[in-house]
Structure formats: C-alpha cells, structure tokens
Nanobody, 125 residues
Framework: QVQLVESGGGLVQAGGSLRLSCTAS????????MAWFRRAPGKEREFVAG?????????IYADSVKGRFTISRDIPKNTVYLQMNSLKPEDTAVYFC?????????????????WGQGTQVTVSS
C-alpha cells in the first residue's frame, strides 16, 4: 500500500511563509495528479492546489490561494511541494497531500484515492 508522507507544517505569523512536502513511499507508484487539500477547524476538507505528475506541469489553484501559494513537483525526488507565502490566519488548517491515477486535475475530494495523514499549519495574527 502506497503511503504519502507530508512534512513542513508548523506555526507561523501572518505574512510569513512555509513549504510543505509530500513524498510517496514507492517510486514506481503510478499517479497522474498530485494535489493538496486542507481542512480548517469546523469546516469541510477543501481543494487547495493540484499539479499533473506526468505529461505536463499543469497546475490549478483555489481562488483563495492564487498568487500566494505555489505547487511544484520534483519527479526524481518523488516529491510534491506547496510553497505558501503571505499566510493569513484563515489559512490555518490541516493540510493533506492526495494523489489520483486518472488523468486530469480534479478539485473533488472523492476523485483522489491516496491520502497522506495530514500536517498542521497554524497562522497566528
């Protein structure tokens, strides 16, 4: 069973930056898309950003993070990143890495079959 392992969460002041990383346990893991979701306290899990793993580096972002967050991938390192700049208190959430085998970036949670355990990001005002 493939595992996705996130790291890089923590506590940061508003306006600060963090970089999250997510590495798959198996290099031969077949995936087409990697994405980041987040769940804020008392809210549903929501899409943050997605990137195609193969064929192109197409990306999609939620409107709430456009211009502040950047998703990228390092195929040799088998890792996807989420660079988060200009963080706001409303970005406080548990951030999850996800992967899907089907082509095309989806913003729907149920389109992803593989999930990490999550990493906490807390932004203080």
């Amino acid at each position: 069973q493939v595992q996705l392992v996130e790291s890089g969460g923590g506590l940061v002041q508003a306006g600060g930056s963090l970089r999250l990383s997510c590495t798959a346990s198996e290099r031969t893991f077949s995936r087409s898309v990697m994405a980041w979701f987040r769940r804020a306290p008392g809210k549903e899990r929501e899409f943050v950003a997605g990137i195609r793993w193969i064929r192109s580096s197409e990306t999609i972002y939620a409107d709430s993070v456009k211009g502040r967050f950047t998703i990228s991938r390092d195929i040799p390192k088998n890792t996807v990143y989420l660079q988060m700049n200009s963080l706001k208190p409303e970005d406080t959430a548990v951030y999850f890495c996800a992967a899907r085998s089907a082509l095309g970036i989806s913003t729907a949670e149920n389109a992803y079959s593989y999930w990490g355990q999550g990493t906490q990001v807390t932004v203080s005002s």
